[in-house]
Structure formats: C-alpha cells, structure tokens
C-alpha cells in the first residue's frame, strides 16, 4: 500500500463532500453530540442545556490559501477568520483557540511573529482567548491549523438542515473576486449572525467557503429541499460576473434562509441596522424533484482535490 | 520581510519554548481560562465548577513525525493517542475531537482510509467521539492535526507547577529508543493518570513527548523547583543508553510528583494495580538555586527547530 505510486483511486477521484462522508463511516458517536461532522461546526451538548459548546478546525497552508509573498499579518488574520466564520454561521460567539504551527526551521522568527501579531488581532477583534498550541518543524511550506470552541443559545443554534421548501434565500454582502483580496481581509458575520439569531427564525444559516455553487446545494442536499435562484440577481464584487460569483469561493458571507412572510421585514430591518452591507434576496428553497433540483447540476463551486 | 531569504533570526537560533513564549507575548485571556498556553493542555472553566474543560491540539507530519512508508493505521493512531496523551497528563478523560487534514491530491483514497482506521481503532478504545474536521489540499506532504476536548474534575486536574521542594518524582514505563517501533503504537496513560489522581495527592504531572532531559526541565522550572535525578536508575528500553532514555523522546509516558511521604505507598499500590507497567522514582525536586539547578543543563532532550 505505497503512498507513492497510486495504483488505485486517488483524491482527484472524489468529490470532497464524498471523501469526508466516507473517511467517517462507521465513526460512531459518544452521548453529548448534537451535531456530527457536516455542518459548519460540531455542536456539543445536552438536549436540555440551554447553550450548547461549538467546535471547529480549519487550517491555512502557504501555496494552498496564500503565496510566500504574502504580508504575514493578513496570513494570521486570515487563519483565524476562517474559523470564526463558521462560528458565526451556526449563530454563536467564539470564545477559545488553540493554534497548531509547523514551519521550517529556515524561516525568520520576525515573519512568524508577524503573522502571530494578525492572529491576535482578529482575537482581539472578535473576543477569542488564544489558550495554547503546538509548534512542529515541517518539511516545506507553513501549515497553520486553529482550533476554535464557541457557545451558542440552543435557540439560537443554526443548522444547515433547518432550511424548508419556500423559504427565501439570502446572501450578505457582495460575492466573487476574493482573491484579489478580500480572502485575506473579511470580517467574520458573528455580529450579523447574532442579530439575525436575535431578532428573526432563521431557519438554516452556513458561511460561503467554497462558493455560492458548491454551497447552496450542500444547504439545500442538508434540508432535503431544492432551490432556485436568479442568477442576474446576485450581489457581485467589482469586474465580477456571475460564474465569479458562484464559483471564485472564500466569500465568508452568510448564506441562509427564513420563511417567505419573514422575508421583506427582516430586509427591511436589515438595511436599518447593517447600512453598509448590503443583503440579497437571490432565490428559494423548493420541494425536491421538481424541476429545480436539475438545476443543482448548473451550479459548481470550488472542490479542493479537482 | 520575505520570508523566503531569511536575513534575520530563523527558527534555528531560537529554542522551542522560548519561541512560543515570545509569539504569545501580550495575548490576553477572557475570563474562564483557568490554564492558558504552556501546560499538557489548556484548562477552560470557572473556578466554582466541579468540573473543567480541557482542551489540546496537535499534529503529526510527514517526513518529521513518520516516513511516506509508515503503514498508514499507525500513522491514524499516533495523531490522536499525542494529543490523548495530553488530556492523560492532566488527569483529564478525553472526549469530542476534530481532524484537520492537508494531502496532496495524488495520494490513494485506501490510504487515507487506512489513517482513519487507525483513527477509529484509538478513538473507540478511549471513548473519543470525532465530530468533525476539514480537508484542504496539501502542495506536498500529509498534514494531520487533531484538536481534541476532554473533561477533568477540578480536584483532580494536575498541572505542571504544582511540584514542591522535596517532592519524589517519578516516570511511568520504560524509556527511550521509541523510533524503533513505540512511537507509533504506545498507549496513553489514561487509566493510569485517573488511578493516580483518584488514589493519590499528585503534585505536578506531564507527558514525556520530547524525552525526560527536556520535559523535567520543564516540570521543574513551571514548579520553581530544581532537581536532582538519579541517571542509572532511569528504566530503559531494551538496547537503550541513558542518554538515549533522556533524548530520544516520543516515550509518552507519564512524569509526576508526589509528597515524599506518599513515595512509597503509592508504588507499592501500582505494583498490584498494574503489574504489567513498571513505576520508577528517578529523583527528588529540590529547591531552587541549590547544586541541583546546575544538574539542569547536563540533561538534553529533543528541540523541534534545532
């Protein structure tokens, strides 16, 4: 079984969603998991508790998510804003990181403490406690992994399988072009998520990583619905065009869904309270099977073997 | 600043410590983090709460933790026995864990099948729940990081400076030569760690990751104790020189203290309790700035970036 010389299928055969679906079978799961692997985070707790721990990891990896060139503080801020975006998307607040490092010994300790120096930034920003870590030696390029807990009110917690047929679909802010950029600079949705979790029944709630194409069909495949969309409706980046919009990814805006009554008042009330960011309105949750479901076939998003 | 061309300080010039000393230099914490960076593991909670949260990241490389031939499930194994190991060294019980894993797209699906395998194998013998995790692609070698939860008793959570002056201190196991085959199949000292905490006053207690001439070193200096050690007593593994038992390490086994007169009561109830695993008293910590602190340079053990 050589890790070398693949005879058999290789990763570049799979489908992401596929692998992990795969990787995990037959893993079996203690008392105290609300949530599993498949959502933006684990979800842990007590049916009766009335806040539940969230749980998530992610990682940044130089040549994958940045150039070596990269201004070092934006590689930090970058490595924790991803994590907490998904804190964000199921509506809690972050609370703990452990950051997981491996570096060549080759590399200047000023850069490390540059990039250290944009973790702590964004911890700052967003109230999240660095509460240890590990350092290891690699290879190669940087590998910088966090780990992010988050609490959220059992009310208030919002899965990617909450979502049902009619009900709007939004996005927040403007979608395409983030590497020109804004992949490295994106503020986390946390004060947006809590206000919409607030104020509004959000019905299911995930944070665009691999893009509008790759994302709605995971919320509506974990809602057991379809969708529509209006593609001309989408809210675009500057020299973006639609196919940018829906396959660039690392937006990190909010995708969700409310039902259709609720839908004009929270725009309304939205536009009061986030005057800067826009929201859209793009499209619908339908039943499955009808003619809306062929039309997940027409969206594609970003797949991190293809 | 490239980081490519290092013309300032690298990584080398700096010890593993110090560098994450200096990283985290000015991080702050909110409240409810009873341990930050620093200890086996973080420790989450309030001080009137029975129990605590622990919380532990880590993470195994290619080519520096395991050769690209390494059968697979052992590979699966290590990850998260490291970081239950860690949650052992705190009398901790590990519970809900997260993989974070970058490969390159080449690689066999049945191998990383085969890492997982060896994921579950260890998650189901210590009751470890995987929830969750991500993939990203990796531009070379496997990167695979685990972050891992547990729970602990507030009474029987056992840090690193809890050791006093006149302490015995004593190892777990047989040491050194671990990259003969034990750094890949060892067993994490859970059921010891909580047999000792339940039984026994432990003062300070640690995992040995990188062999005892660095990690007592460590345990001394959190404690504000010296030491003093007695090198012909150290249990070795077979074909082992005591220097190969203070520096190969990967032993993880456990390294605690306990009031002297508790020394020999104490050994002699872990004979009958695991007749299998030997329990050795290596030494004495000692005050401070007495001759023992000299003896604190004479022992070596593994430096990541040297």
């Excluded at 452990?98 to 990039?115: F, G, H, N, Y």
């Amino acid at each position: 079984m050589s890790p070398r010389r693949a005879s058999g299928k290789t990763l570049r055969h799979f489908g992401e969603d596929h692998l992990i679906a795969d990787l995990l079978h037959g893993f079996s799961f203690g008392e105290n998991v609300i949530v599993g692997p498949g959502d933006d985070c684990a979800v842990i707790g007590r049916r009766s508790d009335r806040t539940w721990t969230l749980l998530k990891t992610d990682c940044v990896i130089e040549r994958v998510h940045f150039f070596p060139d990269a201004e070092p503080r934006k590689i930090g801020w970058k490595a924790l804003a991803r994590a907490i975006s998904d804190i964000a998307a199921m509506g809690g607040q972050p609370r703990h990181a452990l950051i997981t490092l491996a570096v060549s010994p080759d590399r200047e300790v000023r850069w490390l403490k540059a990039i250290y120096a944009g973790i702590k930034k964004c911890a700052d920003r967003f109230g999240v406690s660095i509460v240890g870590g590990e350092t290891a030696r690699s290879p190669g390029p940087l590998f910088l992994s966090i780990a992010l807990s988050g609490v959220v009110e059992k009310a208030r917690c919002t899965l990617r399988s909450g979502g049902r047929a009619g009900d709007a679909v939004f996005v927040t802010g403007r979608l395409g072009g983030s590497i020109r950029g804004k992949h490295f600079t994106f503020i986390p949705r946390v004060d947006e998520a809590r206000w919409l979790t607030k104020n509004f029944r959000i019905h299911a709630m995930m944070d665009l990583s691999d893009g509008l194409g790759a994302d709605l069909p995971r919320l509506a495949r974990a809602s057991n619905c379809g969708y529509q969309i209006e593609r001309e409706k989408l809210p675009r980046n500057p020299r973006c065009t639609v196919e940018n919009a829906l396959a660039d990814g690392e937006d990190y805006e909010l995708l969700f869904t409310t039902a259709a009554q609720d839908a004009e008042p929270l725009a309304s009330r939205w536009r009061k309270q986030f005057s800067q960011l826009p929201l859209t309105r793009i499209g619908v949750l339908t039943k499955l099977s009808t003619s809306s479901s062929r039309a997940s076939n027409s969206l594609r998003g970003f797949d991190h073997f293809a």
